[in-house]
């Protein structure tokens, strides 16, 4: 049987990806970018999560949701321990080393735990909108006007809590084809859910592209893979010493996203591992601690329009 001619024609089918968001390019054919020190930008991006005890399969679960019969108090209580216990010393690590960070917040995090939010901006950090809770899940099967209520829901609820949030991060990066436009629309500059690069690149609609790495997240190497803290952070000094060799390569900056999760890195057994990777890496001549904002606003003034 013959193919009919028709299966192989596509519409959107073009150079690199087959779509029109954004134009396609490789990392090393890009003019050079420079940071205010140093070439690798270590962009600590923490979670502050809320689950509701009743988890939502309308689109999906998300990952780390609640798993055994309802009530599941084993894995909400350790959720609960993240913003109780872990967030804590995540926020004197990042002091101790001088480090600045982003915390994708729920915006339920931002209501039921004001004295969390006011730690992060007191120790400088930055505050990225991280939808409603963790059942404010996305795919393409969700309304255009669903979608569209709950990011503006994420934004305005944590305005009401004094935060005017100019980055989002998706539950499970998981976005629907509506996504970039409907962030613009909602106000936010840059988004962190597509992790195909390891420097920002920008959206036709102007929405800033920020990917964060899920393979060295302590979610995927700790929790998935079973490794233990000290394996994650030598994969992460691993790989600034590889990105560091790069930028000497080439002359131009690279980033390095650190994705953590209080209620897995926070864990007595695990929080030292994190700690002795901040230090590592402040001492590295190398090394610029920037949070998404600012990382965004160097491509802005430095890249292409």
């Known amino acids: 049987m013959t193919l009919d001619p028709a299966y ?12 029109d968001l954004y134009a396609w390019s490789a990392l090393h054919q890009r003019p050079p970018l420079k940071w205010p020190r140093g070439s690798v930008a270590v962009w600590v991006c923490v979670s502050l999560e809320w689950f509701p005890i009743i988890p939502s399969d309308t689109p999906f679960r998300a990952p780390g949701h609640m798993q055994t019969a309802y009530p599941d108090f084993r894995h909400y209580t350790a959720r609960d321990y993240g913003n109780r216990v872990g967030v804590g010393r995540f926020l004197d690590a990042l002091g101790a080393a001088g480090a600045t960070a982003s915390f994708a917040t729920n915006a339920a995090v931002a209501e039921r735990y004001p004295e969390l939010l006011v730690a992060v901006q007191a120790g400088g950090h930055e505050v990225v909108a991280h939808s409603t809770d963790m059942n404010g899940t996305i795919d ?9 209520t709950l990011i503006a829901e994420a934004r ?18 998981s976005q629907s084809f509506n996504t970039p436009d409907l962030l613009v629309e909602a106000g936010y ?3 962190c859910d597509w992790v195909n690069d390891e420097l920002p690149y920008r959206f036709r609609n102007g929405l800033i592209n920020l990917p964060l790495n899920h393979e060295l997240s302590d979610r995927q190497i700790s929790a998935v893979q079973q490794q233990s803290a000290d394996s994650w952070a030598q ?4 790989a600034f010493d590889w990105l560091a060799g790069e930028a000497a ?6 980033m390095l996203p650190i994705h953590v999760t209080p209620y897995i890195m926070g864990l007595p057994y695990r929080i030292a591992a994190f700690e002795r990777l901040l230090d590592r890496l402040a001492a590295r ?7 998404g904002g600012q990382i965004v606003d160097q491509f802005t003034m430095q890249g292409p329009k």
Request: contains cysteine; negative net charge; aromatic residues 10%.
């Open 156 to 173: 305005d609820r944590l305005a009401a809590c004094g935060v005017q949030p100019d980055g989002w991060l998706s539950v499970a990066r």
């Open 235 to 238: 994969s992460l000094e691993d």
């Open 285 to 291: 001549p190398e090394c610029w601690f920037a949070n």
């Open 140 to 148: 393409s099967s969700l309304s255009v006007e669903a979608e569209r």
């Open 249 to 254: 390569a080439t002359g131009s900056g690279r």
């Open 189 to 191: 500059r840059y988004a």
């Open 8 to 19: 192989l024609e596509y519409p959107k089918r073009r150079h690199g990806y087959d779509h």
